[in-house]
T-cell receptor, first 115, second 112 residues
């Protein structure tokens, strides 16, 4: 597609419910990132994929968070047993290459509210 | 780790010029990015600096001084649509310069 696509755009989950957030990166982009953004803050890194390999998951806040990209294109971020502190915008981003000046393009995010 | 500092909020008038500063401390450097983010929308790429100096792109310019750990984004001929958050970000050396580390963003309000 033309840009990074994320779904759902908005999700309200009851505390304790599992959620899955989907990201379709720009076609052909090797690198894929997940970020979490709280209101009024900059995006915080969660995890990074190079093709299907998850090379960095140091930003995942707990073992309730899990991400995958099994075929090196679409990625899913799963949050188990959601808590209120998980309420945030989850941004997916992709880039054609790695590092340097390779522009990282962001999707519009999935807005998660845990009630 | 990385430390990025930028003002929380700025106000300016339509037609004016505004400069948004960003200072960073990082153990290695592989480029600095500026993004614009309107409320409820995706961050969109504005500029990338890896060498010292000024990069001009239309109404927007970005400056970098690596020795001072300092960058600024200059917005000229401000328009109402420039009201947005402006995010400064650097590549994190700890992961082979793959991920971006962001500042908290500067919320710019342009008034008539």
């Amino acid at each position: 597609g033309a840009g990074v696509s994320q779904s759902p755009r908005y999700k309200v989950a009851k505390r304790g419910q599992d959620v899955a957030l989907r990201c379709d990166p720009i076609s052909g982009h090797v690198s894929l990132f997940w970020y979490q953004q709280a209101l009024g803050q900059g995006p915080e890194f969660l995890t990074y994929f190079q093709n299907e390999a998850q090379l960095d998951k140091s930003g995942l806040p707990s073992d309730r968070f899990f991400a995958e990209r099994p075929e090196g294109s679409v990625s899913t971020l799963k949050i188990q047993r959601t808590q209120q502190e998980d309420s945030a915008v989850y941004l997916c981003a992709s880039s054609l290459g790695q590092g340097g000046g390779n522009t990282i393009y962001f999707g519009e995010g999935s807005w998660l509210t845990v009630v | 780790g990385q430390n990025i500092d930028q003002p929380t909020e700025m106000t300016a008038t339509e037609g004016a010029i505004v400069q948004i500063n960003c200072t960073y401390q990082t153990s290695g450097f592989n480029g600095l990015f500026w993004y614009q983010q309107h409320a409820g929308e995706a961050p969109t790429f504005l500029s990338y600096n890896v060498l010292d100096g000024l990069e001009e792109k239309g109404r927007f310019s970005s400056f970098l001084s690596r020795s001072k750990g300092y960058s600024y984004l200059l917005l000229k001929e401000l328009q109402m649509k420039d009201s947005a958050s402006y995010l400064c970000a650097v590549r994190d050396p700890g992961t082979g310069f793959q991920k971006l580390v962001f500042g908290t963003g500067t919320r710019l309000l342009v008034s008539p």
